[in-house]
């Protein structure tokens, strides 16, 4: 009989464990009930936090299609979550997503999408129509790894046509009240362009696509609008260098990348950072559709319908279907149907250990370190 295999140093098993991926949570709960000593490691609380601090940027776990409140899987072992048809998602960051009623009240609900937990907040105002919001943690210094607690602001922005001026309000959770932005003067603005786009946080400043870019300075309660890098549809998002980014599909199939900066002479304004050809990221098939009399139709309805916020992933809607591409990997699977907007879940998923059957650690271990 061979002898029994050495036993792993816990410091050794931590490092093994840190390199199983986030995005695949099934591969930590098969490790968990393994056996007891590694079911000690992966729910001891100090392990929970070293494991957030490797990884940085929680991953996408699930989206928030717009028109309806249904959370959309996209990683195993994620548990079902309630249809709220009612509901209609404004938002989603920072383990929270935003909600309204449609057609009902002007409040808002904060939702935790694990828990369940819901917090109704009030309407800033009583006649909001047209306006778009989001949710963001409040709590001073969070590294947002793993912020799903803890009070929370939202922010909504309202423009008013007939007066020329766009409102925005921001809420606190701790104080329960809301408190009212500077308004910004914009004559001649098409006020309900892009109102289904998500914001942007970057850095102390929220970032919404109307007719144009509204800024909303969090720490000075001010609204400020800057331009647009081109006319038509785009996206904002973080771009790889912490800035305030945007990303539109230019020339068919070009997905364009632009990054906000200083020029030579200190004045901020776009610069185009990269152009990635779709042809090449998506799979075969995926843009162009072959009619039963062999025409190829265009793909005029390609759109970019989500962006992870802080990382290199994105949801783009073709004829097909809509795919979740990872830019940084070249990765790229469809995910849901064409032509709606997403809101992209992102949180660590580090509990409910006990969902799938045992299986032996030491093969789990083995692939781990062949990977490695």
């Not at 840190?18 to 000690?40: I, M, N, Q, T, Y």
């Not at 849901?336 to 059957?357: A, D, E, I, T």
């Amino acid at each position: 009989m061979p002898p029994p295999p050495p036993v792993l140093m816990e410091e050794l098993l931590e490092e093994v464990f840190f390199r199983l991926p986030p995005d695949e949570p099934a591969w930590l709960v098969r490790a968990s009930v393994a056996c007891k000593p590694w079911r000690r490691i992966l729910a001891d609380r100090g392990f929970r936090r070293r494991y957030r601090e490797f990884h940085r940027t929680p991953p996408v776990l699930g989206f928030f299609e717009k028109g309806g409140a249904r959370l959309v899987p996209v990683a195993s072992l994620f548990p079902a979550q309630a249809d709220h048809p009612d509901w209609h998602v404004m938002d989603c960051r920072h383990g929270r997503a935003l909600l309204a009623y449609i057609g009902k009240t002007d409040d808002l609900i904060v939702l935790d999408p694990m828990t369940g937990h819901q917090r109704r907040v009030p309407s800033p105002s009583n006649n909001l129509i047209g306006f778009t919001a989001a949710v963001l943690c409040a709590a001073q210094g969070c590294d947002h790894h793993g912020c799903q607690d803890g009070h929370f602001l939202v922010a909504v922005v309202c423009p008013k046509k007939l007066e020329e001026i766009t409102l925005g309000w921001l809420y606190s959770s701790e104080t329960d009240l809301w408190t009212e932005f500077a308004s910004v003067h914009r004559p001649n603005a098409n006020y309900f362009s892009n109102m289904d786009a998500p914001g942007v946080l970057v850095g102390d400043a929220l970032y919404f696509n109307i007719d144009g870019v509204i800024e909303c300075q969090l720490g000075t309660l001010s609204l400020s609008t800057l331009e647009k890098p081109i006319d038509g549809n785009g996206t904002l998002m973080m771009a790889e260098d912490g800035r305030l980014g945007y990303a539109a599909v230019v020339d068919v199939t070009d997905l364009t990348l632009w990054s906000r900066e200083a020029g030579p002479e200190g004045a901020m304004g776009w610069t185009k950072l990269r152009v990635i050809d779709l042809k090449t990221l998506l799979p075969d098939g995926a843009l162009f559709i072959t009619t039963q009399y062999g025409i190829s139709r265009s793909p005029r309805s390609l759109m970019i319908s989500g962006i992870a916020e802080g990382t290199q992933v994105i949801f783009v809607s073709t004829w097909v279907g809509s795919y979740m591409a990872d830019l940084k990997s070249g990765r790229a699977r469809m995910v849901s149907r064409p032509g709606r907007k997403v809101f992209p879940y992102m949180r660590f998923y580090l509990q409910q250990w006990k969902q799938l059957p045992r299986v032996r650690g030491n093969e789990l271990v083995f692939q781990v370190f062949v990977k490695l």
